[in-house]
């Protein structure tokens, strides 16, 4: 069970980095009216943040669905069919494993954007009135949302490299179910319901992750569209 325990373990890292995504959408949508209103260049900014931070979302729920949308079905006359079909399912889940894998290091590039916003917020007026939108006036507030946005930055380069993350954990569970399966050579219909166990087990913890990241890229392609 050790397998299993790694991967949930895994996942619930990956919980955790998309739900401080959170925390930057409050951030951008309390600070929202001010921003129409005052800098609009800011806003710019902002918004190419948000569909970065978008495009890794859509990423995760996109690998999330290689588990969380296959099942057995419970009938011995089905099992040999149903292996044939998940045997070919892995097949292509590895081939989509790596694509989504080469995508991650195409998005990885958009984080010199990201950096360079970030460098711009820190920066000279811009600065200053990034700290007013966000309410804040005195230099100590100043410092502390410095640091504040400083680790949003740092955060979403930490999510793309979460997306690789959550590459090698699927890895792991396809593995895993193809292992108590018979493994590579002989697959038996007569271990089904033990890998359909485990594949349930599995897919409710993927299932976590493809929910949040799909709830997240609702909230934040509302704020792209407000800030457009």
Known sequence: MSALKDVLDGIEEISKSIDNIGKIIDAVRSGQGYLEKRYKDAKNDVREILEE?????????????IVTHF?????????????????????????????????????????????????????????DYLFSIFGVDSKEENEKLSEKLQDIYNEELAHYLTVNALCENLQKALNHIHEVLGGPGLLKPEKVPEAAMLLADYGKAFMRVESQANYRVLQIRKLIRALS
């Open 53 to 65: 931070m978008n495009k890794t979302l859509i990423t995760m729920s996109s690998a999330t669905s």
């Open 71 to 127: 099942s057995f079905v419970d009938d011995p006359s089905r099992y040999a069919s149903d292996l044939r079909e998940f045997n070919n399912r892995i097949v292509d889940c590895k081939s989509e494993i790596i694509s989504l894998e080469q995508n991650i290091n195409e998005y990885r590039g958009h984080c010199s954007k990201i950096e360079f916003h970030a460098n711009k917020i820190k920066s000279g007026n811009k600065l």
